[in-house]
T-cell receptor, first 113, second 116 residues
Framework: GESVGLHLPTLSVQEGDNSIINCAYS??????FIWYKQESGKGPQFIID?????DKRQGQRVTVLLNKTVKHLSLQIAATQPGDSAVYFC????????????FGQGTRLTINP | GAGVSQSPSNKVTEKGKDVELRCDPI?????LYWYRQSLGQGLEFLIY????????KSGLPSDRFSAERTGGSVSTLTIQRTQQEDSAVYLC??????????????FGPGTRLTVL
């Protein structure tokens, strides 16, 4: 079936640097794409979403880019901090019906001091 | 305010035993979801409840899995005759589902199930 997946399982960056986490998706019918952050022992926490008719959306220190031509999604985190260390998941959703989230495998981001 | 809570936080059981996992959603949220997160994997949808509508059970992996939601609030996920492959973190999420636009799902901390 269609799925959302991630290119890299792990990523290490120096504190203060910018990080980019990538995601490939295959379902062009998705209405929204969402990034979640999951810290150890906790449930996923919403970071930012982007509607399928947008190319870019910015939040506080985070930017999500959507390239529908190549079905690619990315999360940019600016000026990384130790608290950014976590596993990041991308997910897709269709707003009709149950709005079930379809998650990718996840990327573990480690911020080095 | 209170978020989604789940209990127990950890459950260790023997193969063949039945287990019950509980989820208390955010008050007022009409939609409730169960997801499963296997070791090193992403989350997979299991079941969805919305108000008094029939649940969407399309993600349940076998008939050993069942769930109910009483009074439109608390939900219980039951796994009968547990198998080692059932070992995972079971996550519950709730949202104020309304048609036509995206409704953020808020996740609980999960129940880590280990089947020996």
């Amino acid at each position: 079936g269609e799925s959302v997946g991630l290119h890299l399982p792990t990523l290490s960056v120096q504190e203060g640097d910018n990080s980019i986490i990538n995601c490939a998706y295959s379902n062009s019918a998705s209405d929204y794409f969402i990034w979640y952050k999951q810290e150890s022992g906790k449930g996923p926490q919403f970071i930012i979403d982007i509607r399928s008719n947008m190319d870019k959306r910015q939040g506080q220190r985070v930017t999500v880019l959507l390239n529908k031509t190549v079905k690619h999604l990315s999360l940019q985190i600016a000026a990384t901090q130790p608290g950014d260390s976590a596993v990041y998941f991308c997910a897709e959703i269709r707003i009709q019906g149950a709005q079930k989230l379809v998650f990718g495998q996840g990327t573990r981001l480690t911020i080095n001091p | 305010g209170a978020g989604v809570s789940q209990s127990p936080s950890n459950k260790v059981t023997e193969k063949g035993k039945d287990v019950e996992l509980r989820c208390d959603p955010i008050s007022g949220h009409t939609a409730l979801y169960w997801y499963r997160q296997s070791l090193g994997q992403g989350l997979e949808f299991l079941i969805y409840f919305q108000g008094n509508s029939a649940p969407d059970k399309s993600g349940l992996p076998s008939d050993r899995f069942s769930a109910e939601r009483t009074g439109g609030s608390v939900s219980t996920l039951t796994i009968q005759r547990t198998q080692q492959e059932d070992s995972a973190v079971y996550l519950c999420a709730s949202s104020q589902l309304a048609g036509g636009f995206y409704n953020e799902q808020f996740f609980g901390p999960g129940t880590r199930l280990t089947v020996l």
